[in-house]
T-cell receptor, first 115, second 115 residues
Framework: AQSVTQLGSHVSVSEGALVLLRCNYS??????LFWYVQYPNQGLQLLLK??????LVKGINGFEAEFKKSETSFHLTKPSAHMSDAAEYFC?????????????FGSGTRLQVQP | EPEVTQTPSHQVTQMGQEVILRCVPISNHLYFYWYRQILGQKVEFLVS????????KSEIFDDQFSVERPDGSNFTLKIRSTKLEDSAMYFC?????????????FGAGSRLTVL
């Protein structure tokens, strides 16, 4: 079975500060990992994905995430927060090679950016 | 860029009524999904569909739910007798094939309010 834990349901940063959103996963097989962003009243937009290539993954809007197998983590970072980054962020995992392709999402982290 | 289209964007219904939520996946995609998000909670997997049959479903997807692809383009989720707890945002998603390079594309969602 697979699961995702996102530490911190709310994170608040100042504009220009580092953004760090934490995600730990559990999977019985090598995982695919994803970060999605949800702006108010909108759907889920893919930020970035890890699919067993480079462990440091760069996504849209200046975000990146690093896959660390030893720590079972896939934390999302951005060097400098912008007001437009305020949204809900979801980490998700899917299992490779099992035929089960559905994504399992974490509970989400709401990012607030203070001026 | 191709999109997953969902209708209606918002539906209000009385408890016990039947509801059909519609989705038009991306035209060359082969795998289809429904997820739901109860307000303030995580995105939960409901069902996946491939080759005109359900390939996987969660424990949430009980007998009151059904899916079908009636005409080769639409992918529908039917809730036979809605309950208050069915109030949620329902997301449709699709993917062309299950390889590392591909990710789920989500629609903007259909908000269902059961009174």
């Amino acid at each position: 079975a697979q699961s995702v834990t996102q530490l911190g349901s709310h994170v608040s940063v100042s504009e220009g500060a580092l953004v760090l959103l934490r995600c730990n996963y559990s999977s019985s097989v090598p995982p695919y990992l994803f970060w999605y962003v949800q702006y108010p009243n909108q759907g889920l937009q893919l930020l970035l994905k890890y699919t067993s290539a480079a462990t440091l993954v760069k996504g849209i809007n200046g975000f990146e995430a690093e896959f660390k197998k030893s720590e079972t983590s896939f934390h999302l970072t951005k060097p400098s927060a912008h007001m437009s980054d305020a949204a809900e962020y979801f980490c998700a995992v899917s299992e490779t090679g099992t035929g089960r392709r559905a994504l399992t999402f974490g509970s989400g982290t709401r990012l607030q950016v203070q001026p | 860029e191709p999109e997953v289209t969902q209708t209606p964007s918002h539906q209000v219904t009385q408890m016990g009524q039947e509801v059909i939520l519609r989705c038009v996946p991306i035209s060359n995609h082969l795998y289809f999904y429904w997820y739901r998000q109860i307000l303030g909670q995580k995105v939960e997997f409901l069902v996946s569909f491939y080759n005109n049959e359900i390939s996987e479903k969660s424990e949430i997807f009980d007998d009151q739910f059904s899916v079908e692809r009636p005409d080769g383009s639409n992918f529908t989720l039917k809730i036979r007798s809605t309950k208050l707890e069915d109030s949620a945002m329902y997301f449709c998603a699709s993917i062309k094939e299950h390889s590392g390079a591909n990710v789920l594309t989500f629609g903007a969602g259909s908000r269902l309010t059961v009174l």
